[in-house]
């Protein structure tokens, strides 16, 4: 029997090539997208242009025709590496600098995040002085956030976890100043000093104090209502010392919670 005829191959190019084609055109209109973007952010780009050059370390560098400040492509694929490092460098100047602009931005954002955190801090200072426990807080403002400092003496027995029945009126009157802010981005810190621990409960320093936060974290949900959606909590041990821990009276200092109440520019979760 006669063998059939193989039909000839179809003309035009393979059919990889138009998938390639669509690959690259994607990437492009990717990249095209993020420089066409108002508002710069250097170290989101350095992130995303060293994950892009790591992805696509395999091929080559190809060259490619700088117009101005920016890329022409000229062959494709050859031409990702040259597009990652003209993003690395997205919001630099010559000399690899931040530029004015964004420098100006970022002094914009801390001086509006400064105002909106001191206007908080007045008023919180002005309901703790209400509830009279301002002598039982230290308040402190910065552009991000507004901290108050809760002595650990204060708060807990020494080694233990449990807030002390006579520390809880503190706490009560402490969440009830800050209610109006609740919605905020709200972060409990627990720390200690660096004097070692070792009971069954907790092992070391990093342990008690994450208890420690926890405990006042569930007080603020539990009992005082708070949403866990914006409120959290977490330990730092003795890794973050404010005074020095070769005195009794520094080790006293290092022993504390801290409750930082975020202004709107920096919650993440501001409804």
């Known amino acids: 029997m006669a063998k059939k ?16 084609s669509d690959l690259m055109n994607l990437l492009l209109c990717f990249f095209v997208l993020l420089f066409s973007m108002s508002t710069v952010d250097a170290e989101k780009f350095q992130q995303i242009a060293a994950s892009l050059a790591s992805t696509f370390s395999v091929m080559p560098q190809g060259g490619s025709a700088l117009i ?12 990702l590496n040259a597009l990652s490092e003209y993003y690395n460098n997205v919001g630099l100047n010559t000399h690899g600098d931040t530029s004015e602009e964004i420098d100006d931005a970022y002094e914009t954002l801390k001086k509006e995040g400064l105002a909106e955190s001191e206007k908080m801090g007045e008023q919180i200072e002005q309901q703790l002085n209400d509830k009279n426990i301002a002598d039982k807080v230290e ?14 003496g204060v708060l807990f027995d020494s080694g233990k976890a449990e807030v002390k029945d006579e520390a809880i009126s503190i706490l009560d009157r402490v969440a009830d100043s800050i209610w109006q802010y609740e919605r905020n981005t709200i972060l409990i810190e627990g720390h200690t000093d660096n004097v070692p621990i070792n009971t069954p409960l907790y092992p070391n320093n990093m342990m008690l104090s994450l208890h420690r936060a926890y405990n006042v974290f569930d007080y603020f949900v539990s009992t005082k209502g708070f949403d866990k959606s914006t409120i959290s909590s977490s330990g730092r041990g003795e890794a973050v010392p404010v005074a020095t821990n070769d005195t009794p009276e520094g080790r006293a200092q290092n022993r504390r919670v801290e409750i930082k109440i975020y202004n709107s520019l920096y919650s993440q979760n501001n409804k």
Request: aromatic content about 8%; glycine content about 10%.
């Open 5 to 20: 005829r193989q039909e000839d191959a179809p003309a035009g190019s393979p059919a990889w090539m138009a998938t390639f």
């Open 68 to 79: 101005d400040q920016g890329v022409l492509i000229s062959s494709g694929a050859s031409q």
């Open 139 to 152: 308040l402190t403002v910065t552009s991000e956030y507004v901290l108050l400092n809760l002595n650990g």
